[in-house]
């Protein structure tokens, strides 16, 4: 490990051994004290908050999907904004909402008829969701958003962890990922925080395992002379982990969150995000690489992505406040939960 892996190191031990030891007495996320009226949640709100609660995607033709609900209501408690935390529970509840379990269909298209054609899951959107109602009982004292959670969490423990390759791993969605012989994973959907938030609570249930699985599959996931992981990834049932086939082997826009969510969540001290910091501490770095060829994307990293850079180097100080005018719905996003990010880091330091 080198000088910064080391620094970094300190800077995040506590929080790393509170998970991976299950030391945690309370839940593992406070909310974050921002004032109402934060300028950069009502500009995000703006911008991409529709009047009847749907977070619309700027760069996808103004669809909705539930990461974007799953956000939106998470910024929401964040920002002790109640009346948006309902408005975009109520809009997911009545389009999204599966008939046959707690969980939600993934994509809305206002375009197309009918708007959700499709009703798998996505498991990071299903997992903020249960995870930002949780928080808004906890804020506002309303029984409902806890009973949602808990049915929302339950679906997820019984449905979407499964043993692959003696990993315990978070399944994209209920449909399409695990075969025979093999399981299509994404690191970027450990949402660290909020699985440390339900192994606090629930002790009892396979969080912890879920977590170091993940911890133990990114030390893994370097690939190339880049040695970063691949947004997709295929682990055998042998446990062999490479590059998934179907999606192009790039580090980029997917997992862009994964050193987000696993630096919130206490886990900063593992080898390949020294190998991700490393290769964002250039002037422009590109938005994507290859992790096979080595080609890169021929435009920099979002604002959002600057931020995420800036938390996982330790500097704080350098994540803007507010979604500058020309960035869409996923940087905007990705900035914001970089503030609530650090915010809470600094919570726990103190």
Known sequence: MNGKSVKAAVIYLLGGLLVLLGLASMPASANANFAVGDPGWEAYKKRFLLPEGRIVDTANNNISHTEGQGWGMFLAVQFNDRQAFDRIWQWTEA?????????YAWRYDPNAQPPVADNNNATDGDLFAAWSLQLAADRWGDERYAQRSEAIRGAIRDHLIADVGGYQV??????GFRHKTFTDINLSYWVIPALRDFAARHPD????????SGRQLLERAQFGSSQLPADWLRLQTSGELRPAEGWPPRFGFENIRTPLYFTWGGLRDIDTLEDIARF?????????????????????ISQGGKAISALLSGRPWAIDI?????????????????????????LSAG
């Not at 978070?170 to 449909?175: A, N, R």
């Not at 249930?205 to 170091?212: F, G, N, S, T």
């Not at 994507?288 to 060829?293: F, G, R």
Request: net charge negative; hydrophobic share 45%.
């Open 95 to 103: 389009h999204l909402a599966r008939q046959d379990i707690a969980l």
């Open 205 to 212: 249930e396979p969080w912890l395992a879920v977590i170091d």
């Open 170 to 175: 978070l399944l994209p969605g209920l449909d």
């Open 322 to 346: 507010t979604p500058a005018a020309g960035e869409n719905y996923y940087s905007a996003t990705l900035l914001l939960l970089t503030r609530v990010a650090a915010a809470q880091i600094s």
């Open 280 to 300: 964002w501490d250039q002037s422009a770095p590109p938005a994507w690489v290859d992790v096979e060829s080595g080609d890169t994307a021929e435009y920099p």
